[in-house]
């Protein structure tokens, strides 16, 4: 069946450092592949996607490629900020047969001034 | 926007009360889901809708029901609630076009004492 595999956390920053959070998957085929990000007491909001392999999605600073000879999606950002401390989550959808995503189990970010 | 709404965001129900969880989505997706969040275990996937009354069993459906009669509109249901699904709960819905995204709503807060 298909899995996403997410960097344990919790992960400490100072403001500004460099910020990689690795996620590697298991799938049939070329899934499309997403980070949601989760801020306290909110719900889940996408953060940046990729539909093919060599894709790199982007946002916020955020960026992930798609490479599909190491089955990765790792979220990177340059210059991490306070207000970046979140939940972050890896999913990925299959592109045939049922909609359901799959879920890493999240990696807790917090930024320290 | 796109806007997935849910009752309440805090719920207090006691062991063996029937509990009802309601979503709703304004954008006219034709995917439902409902998702449990537990720490260390990330979202898990309950049930499943695709149409009107149609429904499909997640990941963990054990416990729960659901039901849509209408497009916007999916419910939750602990039929005898038990102090192991005290959990937070997402809903989210997508369009069932291939690579999009799925949307999600501020989730629920429920603890059965």
């Known amino acids: 069946g298909n899995s996403v595999t997410q960097m344990e956390g919790p992960v400490t920053l100072s403001e500004e450092a460099f910020l990689t959070i690795n996620c590697t998957y298991t799938a049939t085929g070329y899934p499309s592949l997403f980070w949601y990000v989760q801020y306290p007491g909110e719900g889940l909001q996408l953060l940046l996607k990729a539909t093919k392999a060599d894709d790199k999605g982007s946002n916020k600073g955020f960026e992930a490629t798609y490479r599909k000879e190491t089955t990765s999606f790792h979220l990177e950002k340059g210059s991490v900020q306070v207000s970046d401390s979140a939940v972050y989550f890896c999913a990925l959808r299959p592109n045939f047969g049922n909609e359901k995503l799959t879920f890493g189990t999240g990696t807790r970010l917090t930024i320290i001034p | 926007d796109v806007k997935v709404t849910q009752s309440s965001r805090y719920l207090v129900k006691r062991t063996g009360e029937k509990v009802f969880l309601e979503c709703v989505q304004d954008m006219d997706h034709e995917n439902m889901f409902w998702y449990r969040q537990d720490p260390g275990l990330g979202l898990r996937l309950i049930y499943f809708?695709?149409?009107?009354?149609?429904?499909e069993k997640g990941d963990i459906p054990e416990g729960y029901s659901v039901s849509r009669e209408k497009k916007e509109r999916f419910s939750l249901i602990l039929e005898s609630a038990s102090t192991n699904q005290t959990s937070m709960y997402l809903c989210a819905s997508s369009l069932r076009v291939r690579g999009i995204e799925q949307y999600f709503g501020p989730g629920t807060r429920l603890t059965v004492t």
């Open positions: 809708s695709y149409d009107v009354k149609m429904k």
